[in-house]
């Protein structure tokens, strides 16, 4: 069975990203990959979470120093 797809409202409530953020990142053509069913400006909008998870995990960062400690860590065994 399919996920039920997100809509722009509640996906700004799962990233915690303003709706406009998302509107914006769609015409900038960032952000989580995304759905329009129908088509022209008024197309409804939807998101697979799926697709929301892989945005998520893609932009995952891990801090410089952290990494450089960890590395010096693995070195030492």
């Known amino acids: 069975m399919m996920a039920p797809l997100l809509n722009t409202k509640a996906l700004s409530l799962v990233m915690g990203v303003p709706e ?12 989580p990959d995304f759905i329009k069913l129908g088509t022209g ?15 998520i995990a893609h932009h995952r ?6 990494a ?6 693995y070195e030492r065994l």
């Open 20 to 31: 406009q953020t998302l509107r914006q990142w769609r015409c900038a053509g960032v952000g």
């Open 61 to 66: 960062r891990t801090s410089a120093v952290r």
């Open 68 to 73: 450089f400690v960890a590395e010096e860590h």
């Open 41 to 55: 400006p008024k197309a409804t909008v939807r998101y697979t979470p799926k697709d929301v998870e892989d945005y």
